[in-house]
């Protein structure tokens, strides 16, 4: 059923919510209603006694003005004049309405409202006790704020100009972009839109959009920044869909002119969490928020709901979080796939390292995809052996390799027409250097990055391929040992995924909640999984996968078959880099006594660069000369 928005005019005792809320009704012809006068006898009794309310007293006035703003949104919407001085009360005033709740928040000093309310005849609530507002009062972070030194025809004409304006900005209407725009849109959202006009390229492509949907019928379209700019409410929150790099600075730089102090920019694109740091500082320096946000779900996502990861300031998360929660995919629980990640640029970088997941995930079922090849499978094949496992193995992934393995295109499959090159975007790049830079071994995700790059190099493969006589023989293997190989690399993937992310967590003092991050991962996004789901779990308990006890029964069961899989493929030559280094490194990372004594020997032996001995407690360094003279 279609619901129409709700205006609550909220603000300390005595700021005029009753004289602005019954002109503004008026204006929009829309019906009034005064909070107050559904206070109970015992409220009002004890409000002329001086006495504050308390939270318990507020509580049953609040749901009955919840369940009136139901009502009225459901005819034609309604004013209401209410106090809504905190969050949580806010939060039961508009539970069930979402964002068709609209707040306008009157705001001025207490000597502005003290001159106010001491004017006043016949008011119930004393002027002495306006401290006591003030010292709760929780100032909203989404409301049209307008200041009561304002005369009311003023305040009216503010709110309706503001209320005219559109809520939230999206700029670059790529694939994302569009999905975005239309996902806010389908949440009752009033959305300005913009995308550039560059002659005989793109031109009126926001208006064109506009036109081709009809949940878009409100939105404002354009192509002139200023303007767009000038078409939002202030404080303003502009979101950022642009390719990813320079051309972000340069949009921000475009931008700047034209945005005030306190507005914000969510940069929704796959930026490097550096970059993120960095323009958020720049950012600062000009009083203008930043968040940067990890969006994951591709174009399907993005409109029925994507996965959001934003990091930047706490506070500037809390004014856009109404937006990101309204269109992020829901979970299980029906709670959004969308929370605070941290500061800086930690949303950037946990989206990052979700793509190399993602990389990593994306090679082993085009691994597994050899390997059934290998073993004598046409692509329908394949994907009926893929089916198979969904009911253990659920995944987007697998769900969308099934797919392409069963496409056609005249009698072959269209993946025997795709060229064998896999391109990237550059984020597995970013985590393999994050890796590296961090001293994690995330080496599954760099191997997908590597199979990527050495699949580039086809010219030169085929001709090494004439070269060199390549092993015909079929791995001795069965289709139940690919799979438990498949899903015992699986957890090795995730497992350093997860560790890259709580090592950076630690460095740059992040606190990021690993478990709610493995939570906004179980939909809308692309690694989204059973697996993930049961992640959520042991994540409250431990940073460390492995130490899990299911986890470790399960990877022990699957263990043998991955030894045997990589060891046949050796011998038959196949390449299956992330199966071999699941397995090398869990070997590597399952021993107690290294190699790696003989490195720290070589070190010393011609760089001098000493030794710790393990007869030594005490982490004394050592330097022997190697060589009796
Ligand atoms: C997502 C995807 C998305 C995009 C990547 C792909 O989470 O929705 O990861 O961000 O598909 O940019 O990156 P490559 O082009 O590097 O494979």
């Known amino acids: 059923m279609k619901m129409n928005n709700v205006i609550f005019i909220m603000g300390v005792s005595g700021c005029g919510k009753t004289t602005i809320g019954k002109l503004l009704s008026e204006e929009l012809s829309l019906p009034f209603f005064d909070a107050d006068d559904f206070h109970s006898v015992a ?22 003005i919840n369940k009136l703003a139901i009502d009225q949104s459901l005819k034609k919407g309604c004013v209401i004049a209410c106090s809504a001085l905190k969050e949580h009360y806010r939060f039961i005033l508009s539970t069930k309405l979402e964002t068709n709740a609209k707040w306008v928040y009157l705001s001025g000093s207490f000597e502005d409202v003290y001159n106010q309310i001491s004017e006043r005849k016949n008011h119930f609530m004393p002027s002495e006790l306006l401290q006591s507002q003030f010292e709760i009062l929780e100032v909203p972070a989404n409301a049209i704020e307008v200041s009561i030194t304002n005369s009311p025809l003023e305040i009216i004409k503010i709110i309706k100009k503001q209320y005219m304006k559109s809520e939230f900005g999206l700029f670059g209407l790529g694939v994302m972009g569009k999905s975005l725009t239309r996902n806010l849109a389908n949440n009752g959202f009033k959305i300005s839109m913009f995308n550039r006009h560059v002659a005989g390229v793109s031109e009126n492509v926001a208006v064109n959009f506009k036109n081709e949907h009809d949940e878009l019928s409100n939105t404002l379209a354009f192509d002139n920044i200023e303007a767009f700019v000038n078409s939002l409410q202030t404080p303003r929150k502009i979101m950022l869909m642009v390719n990813a790099g320079k051309v972000t600075d340069y949009v921000i730089e475009d931008l700047l002119p034209y945005l005030s102090e306190g507005d914000t920019l969510i940069d929704g694109g796959n930026s490097n969490y550096k970059k993120t740091k960095e323009r958020s500082a720049y950012l600062k320096s000009k009083n203008i928020y930043f968040i940067g946000t990890g969006v994951s779900g591709g174009e399907e996502g993005a409109l029925k709901g994507p996965s959001i990861m934003p990091g930047g300031s ?41 793509n190399g997941i ?47 393995l069963r496409k ?19 984020t597995g790049n970013w985590t393999t250097i994050a890796t590296a830079e961090l001293g994690v071994s995330s080496s599954l995700i760099a191997s997908a990055l590597f199979a990527r790059y050495t699949s580039f190099y086809k010219e030169e493969r085929v001709q090494l391929n004439k070269l060199y006589d390549k092993q015909t023989q079929t791995p001795k293997i069965t289709v139940a040992e690919v799979f438990e190989t498949y899903q015992f690399a699986r957890i090795v993937n995730h497992y350093q995924g997860i560790k890259l992310i709580a090592e950076a967590s630690k460095a740059f003092e992040w606190h990021i909640n690993l478990s709610e991050m493995a939570r906004i991962w179980t939909n809308g996004c692309i690694i989204r999984s059973t697996f993930m789901e049961e992640l959520v779990e042991i994540l409250k308990e431990t940073d460390n996968i492995l130490t899990n006890s299911v986890i470790v029964d399960q990877t022990k069961s699957l263990k043998p078959s991955a030894n045997k899989v990589i060891a046949q493929c050796a011998l038959a030559e196949l390449p299956i880099v992330c199966m071999s280094e699941s397995v090398n490194f869990f070997n590597g990372l399952t021993t107690a006594d290294s190699s790696a004594n003989i490195i720290q020997a070589q070190r010393d032996y011609f760089g001098s660069h000493t030794y710790q001995r393990l007869d030594d407690e005490s982490g004394a360094f050592y330097h022997t000369e190697w060589i009796n003279e």
Not at 53 to 59: A, K, Q, S, Y
Not at 362 to 379: D, F, R, S, T
């Open 358 to 404: 993602e990389y990593a995930e994306m090679q082993l079922l085009a691994e597994v995809y050899v390997i059934l090849k290998e073993l004598g499978n046409i692509p329908d094949e394949i994907a009926d052996i893929l089916e198979s496992w969904k009911a253990s193995a659920s995944s987007y992934l697998l769900e969308i390799t099934i797919d392409i």
């Open 314 to 354: 706490k506070e500037t998360y809390e004014s856009i979080a109404p937006f990101l929660n309204a269109i992020a995919a829901k979970d299980k629980n029906n709670l959004p796939c969308c929370t605070y990640i941290g500061p800086d640029g930690s949303g950037h970088f946990v989206k990052m390292v979700h």
């Open 408 to 426: 056609k295109e005249g009698d072959d499959w269209l993946v025997n027409k795709i060229m064998d090159k896999a391109g990237n975007k550059g």
């Open 43 to 64: 409220n009002i009794k004890k409000m002329s006694e001086g006495k504050p309310l308390n939270d318990t007293d507020r509580e049953g006035w609040l749901k009955i």
